[in-house]
């Protein structure tokens, strides 16, 4: 079958996640997506990898157990629009499908990696620890991050963090998102508004504690989040559950402030209305807890919001 299985692998993570195995000289990789009608598929044009299997292809060998030898799964794929309101889809497809999966690499003593979400920490009124005993005290916003935090809740019913892997990714930014639509970060947004109009909306302030654009999030750029992700798919003695972030919130007025930096003019920045649907499931801070992170024994240094933007902007004025 090959040394890597990367399901999600034309997605945003997905395909840094194999554009970095590439870097490293690694091309035995089987790449499993839904590629849709999007334009997602673009992401994977230049990416060297052994085959391409759709995910109910995958998912039919799965089960059959016909998929051969594999040294390590990263699993990544999901729906991860937390706008998604049919509950039995993301039942089956974030939640029994990784059940299956982790099942599957157990049985063959197979090296799983799977992506947990930031999402599972809801409003954030209890914190953002990766503590396990603290993952059955989390009460997610939305359907999304319920259905990630299933998985959780069961593998640790299972005893399993001691053979497996989760990771909780926070705001994760950088090449390869833009068919993500909606779900873009917000540096992709603001650059595309500035190259349009040259001034960024950001939402207004719903509470009284933080003033507009002074909400705050735990921005880290995709490619430390890449390096997190084969750090322990390539240490099966590391088990657990993981925040990937750097650790520290910075304000939207930060990050769009660095994309107007990045291309060397002025900020213009407009705040609007949040909308309704947003206003009762907005988490205004988040920032991740990584003493864990760096126990499992990872030292990488995180790049800054200023220059994983300055980064990323060039690639964004190459590639669009």
Known sequence: MGKYIVTGGAGFIGSNVIATLNARGEDD?????????????KNLVGLKFADYWEADNFRFHLGNDTLGAVDAVIHLGACSATTERNASYLADNNYRFTRELCEWCLHHNIRFV????????????LGYSDDLDKVSDLTPLNMYGY???LFDLWALRQNLFDRIVGLKYFNVYGPREAHKDDMRSVVHKAWGQIKKDGVVKLFKSNHPEFKD????RDFI???DAVDAT???????????????????????LDLTKAVFAALGREP?????????????????????????????????????????????????????
């Open 268 to 320: 213009k920045i407009e705040f609007i209305e949040m909308p309704e649907t947003l206003r009762d499931k907005y988490q205004n801070r988040t920032q991740a807890e990584v003493a864990n992170l760096r126990g499992a024994g990872y030292r990488a240094n995180f790049t800054s919001l200023e220059d994983g933007i300055r980064d990323y902007v060039p690639w964004l004025e190459k590639h669009g």
């Open 147 to 149: 259905s990630k935090h």
């Open 213 to 216: 654009g002074e909400q705050l």
């Open 221 to 223: 750029y995709v490619k």
């Open 230 to 252: 084969l750090f322990f798919a390539d240490n099966p003695g590391a088990g657990g559950l993981f925040n990937v972030g750097t650790g520290q919130a910075r304000t939207w």
């Open 29 to 41: 990789i089987l790449v499993v997506d839904v590629l849709g009608s999007d334009e997602k598929w």
């Open 114 to 125: 799977y992506a947990s979400s930031a999402a599972t920490y809801g409003d954030g009124t």
